[in-house]
């Protein structure tokens, strides 16, 4: 079993920048694929950034491209999620994953073995 724990969640102001963290108590999370899921109250959980195994591959959906980066850190068994110049729709509460394979897409939440307890992000003023 993998257990993944999220940190790096806060309230911040429109324009700020936060970092998550996705941490892993085993090394054999560096043996998948991680992905980076939203949720709001009311909608289904939003795949919004992923990275391969290695991490030389990582995508992002359009309305956080340019914004966010994706990074993983095998030695820390993490991977991280940049997020900056935030905007309010960015709020939600936000989830990693983890995947042993790759896939061709990355978001769609039924292919993650692994999931995180969620931390939460706030952008307002």
């Known amino acids: 079993q993998l257990q993944l724990v999220e940190s790096g969640g806060g309230l911040v102001q429109p324009g700020g920048s936060l970092r998550l963290s996705c941490t892993a108590s085993k090394s054999t999370f560096n043996s998948h694929a991680i992905g980076w899921f939203r949720q709001v109250p009311g909608k289904e959980r939003e795949g919004i950034s992923c990275?391969?195994?290695?991490?030389?591959?990582?995508e992002y959906i359009d309305s956080v491209r340019g914004r966010f980066t994706i990074s993983r850190v095998a030695a820390n068994n993490t991977v991280y999620l940049q997020m900056n110049n935030l905007k309010p729709e960015d709020t939600g509460v936000y989830y990693c994953?983890?995947?042993?394979?790759?896939?061709?897409?990355?978001?769609?939440?039924?292919?993650?073995?692994?999931w995180g307890q969620g931390t939460q992000v706030t952008v307002s003023s």
């Open positions: 994953a983890a995947d042993p394979y790759e896939r061709v897409s990355c978001y769609w939440p039924y292919n993650y073995d692994w």
């Open positions: 990275i391969s195994i290695g991490g030389k591959r990582t």
